[in-house]
T-cell receptor, first 112, second 114 residues
Framework: SQKIEQNSEALNIQEGKTATLTCNYT??????LQWYRQDPGRGPVFLLL?????KEKRKERLKVTFDTTLKQSLFHITASQPADSATYLC???????????FGSGTRLLVRP | SAVISQKPSRDICQRGTSLTIQCQVD?????MFWYRQQPGQSLTLIAT?????????ESGFVIDKFPISRPNLTFSTLTVSNMSPEDSSIYLC???????????FGSGTQLSVL
């Protein structure tokens, strides 16, 4: 069955450093991959989408890579700030289905 | 972007009772989705609510337990019926706008069943 793995352990980094989160998947060939941010008591908020034919996508301090051979996406936040502290979810989607499959998320803590 | 109002934001319920969660969108959308998010786990799709037709349920979820209404293109309800402590979770509604792939989510309903 399809499986998405995100590091269940929280990532704890110092303000100003680059945070790198990993999303690995198996038994799936997604047409695109998305990253969402979720704060406590809130619903997820869309951040970035990257398609299978794209290697990298950037938006301000965010960068996403997508390696369909390794079946992996990396999500980077440069010059991290305490306000970036949240849980980050990856989600996979296919052209033939409207459904998204979500990972369980990785919690990021940025220390001042 | 779509703005979604979901209520209640949280509730504590007794075993055997039912709770109806409401989701209101500020624009007309074709597809609305109901998710469950259990502690430390990923979002799991319960069903897709289609206006004018019955909801489509995912494996492991049935209409008798999670009846859904979709009376128009801006509103949907999810009822959690005959609740047990295992139903304690966050329930989220979400929508797609047009042909876009990204989802917009409500703030969620934190449900605790005693």
């Amino acid at each position: 069955s399809q499986k998405i793995e995100q590091n269940s352990e929280a990532l704890n980094i110092q303000e100003g450093k680059t945070a790198t989160l990993t999303c690995n998947y198996t038994n799936y060939s997604p047409a695109y991959l998305q990253w969402y941010r979720q704060d406590p008591g809130r619903g997820p908020v869309f951040l970035l989408l990257i398609r299978e034919n794209e290697k990298e996508k950037r938006k301000e301090r965010l960068k996403v890579t997508f390696d369909t051979t390794l079946k992996q996406s990396l999500f980077h936040i440069t010059a991290s700030q305490p306000a970036d502290s949240a849980t980050y979810l990856c989600a996979l989607g296919g052209d033939s289905s409207y459904k998204l499959i979500f990972g369980s998320g990785t919690r990021l803590l940025v220390r001042p | 972007s779509a703005v979604i109002s979901q209520k209640p934001s949280r509730d504590i319920c007794q075993r055997g009772t039912s709770l109806t969660i409401q989701c209101q969108v500020d624009s007309q959308v074709t597809m609305m989705f109901w998710y469950r998010q259990q502690p430390g786990q990923s979002l799991t799709l319960i069903a897709t609510a289609n206006q004018g037709s019955e909801a489509t349920y995912e494996s492991g979820f049935v209409i008798d337990k999670f009846p859904i209404s979709r009376p128009n293109l801006t509103f949907s309800t999810l009822t959690v019926s005959n609740m047990s402590p295992e139903d304690s979770s966050i329930y989220l509604c979400s929508v797609r706008q047009g042909a876009g792939e990204k989802l917009f989510f409500g703030s969620g309903t934190q449900l605790s069943v005693l």
